[in-house]
């Protein structure tokens, strides 16, 4: 079993729609939350990054995070075609190992 | 700038050809990483340096070697290639491993082993 588990979609959406994305994980070891967003052909980028429960807004970016439940997630509001790429959430134990998910590969239709 | 660069953005090997991938970085980070991309399994740490002339291994190390002679490279090493080696090869820089010290990548190298 992967520890960080993540849906790798496609997902389809029309402009000014509600992205939400989410990655599931079983070590309760992992702290430290990012996600990342990867256009085609290029590397990823450090969208966002928490590390407490609860909400952090960047934006049109909120990223969500449930340690109880182990569950964390993106949501991106009013999206735009240029928001069309593949998000990875990524996630750092308390030793400072990074796991990534696999990535949700997201279009925005114009 | 240029950040993180990656030779080459292309390869083709043959099943036993060894080959050299190189990445360059001009921020002046200290920590270096290669990973590697495949459908459905995100990124998977290959080997990683903690400074010059220093290498790790990551997740996946086997049939890779990594060299760290300066601190602004880092080579990433096959030397007899496998068809499951067929990936996009990712490296990466930071300024420290700080849990939240952003990790800048590269555009990725393409490779495909027949």
């Known amino acids: 079993q992967k520890e960080v588990e993540q849906d790798p979609g496609p997902l389809s959406v029309p402009e000014g729609a509600i992205v939400s994305l989410n990655c599931t994980y079983s070590n309760s070891a992992f702290q430290y939350f990012m996600w990342y967003r990867q256009y085609s052909r290029k590397g990823p980028e450090l969208l966002m990054y928490?590390?407490?429960?609860g909400n952090k807004e960047d934006g049109r970016f909120t990223a969500q995070v449930d340690k109880s439940s182990k569950y964390i997630s993106l949501f991106i509001r009013d999206s735009q075609p240029s928001d069309s790429a593949t998000y990875l959430c990524a996630l750092i134990r308390n030793d400072y190992k990074l796991s990534f998910g696999a990535g949700t590969t997201v279009t925005v239709r114009a | 700038n240029a950040g993180v660069t990656q030779t080459p953005k292309f390869r083709v090997l043959k099943t036993g050809q060894s080959m050299t991938l190189l990445c360059a970085q001009d921020m002046n980070h200290e920590y270096m990483y290669w990973y590697r991309q495949d459908p459905g399994m995100g990124l998977r740490l290959i080997h990683y340096?903690?400074?010059?002339?220093?290498?790790a291994k990551g997740e996946v190390p086997d049939g890779y070697n990594v060299s760290r002679l300066k601190k602004q490279n880092f080579l990433l090493g096959l030397e007899s290639a496998a068809p499951s080696q067929t990936s996009v090869y990712f490296c990466?820089?930071?300024?420290?491993?700080?849990?939240?010290?952003?990790?800048?990548f590269g555009p990725g190298t393409r490779l495909t082993v027949l």
């Open positions: 990466a820089s930071s300024y420290t491993s700080g849990v939240f010290d952003e990790q800048f």
């Open positions: 340096s903690v400074g010059e002339g220093t290498t």
């Open positions: 928490t590390y407490s429960s």
